[in-house]
């Protein structure tokens, strides 16, 4: 399999929505291959090291935004680029950006663009028995 686009704001990415979905499944079932143990551990530590610290996401009036706040908690991006694992954003038209703010009000406040999803998948990883 290889990474393929969705929508035109949805590029070919690495996804923290999608990717801990997958990870939770993963770890659901009763005899996982050495494959998958090692895919989970991988995936664990992916999102482990793409955490975002430093910065909250408050949605507003239709508006999400993202202000820096080193008390807030870690978040994760909903696509990371495949290169550089940096957090990635685009609008209708496309063109991927590097922040949030750089795209339309009506993709920013209509779109899961940060989430908790990495809080998800270590909840579940320390309730795994295969770790």
Do not use: C
């Amino acid at each position: 399999l290889k990474p393929a686009p969705g929508r035109s704001y949805e590029h070919a990415s690495l996804s923290g929505s999608e990717s801990a979905g997958i990870l939770i499944f993963l770890m659901s079932l009763d005899d996982p291959s050495p494959q998958v143990v090692q895919a989970v551990r991988a995936g664990v530590a992916w999102f482990a090291n793409s955490a975002l610290d430093g910065i909250r996401v408050e949605r507003k009036n239709g508006d999400t935004s993202v202000t820096k706040d080193r008390k807030a908690p870690p978040v994760w991006a909903r696509f990371y680029d495949i290169t550089t694992n940096r957090p990635i954003f685009s609008g209708r038209d496309g063109v991927v950006k590097y922040q949030l703010a750089e795209i339309e009000r009506e993709r920013r406040g209509g779109y899961a663009w940060y989430g908790n999803w990495g809080h998800k998948v270590s909840s579940a990883y320390r309730k795994w028995k295969h770790r």
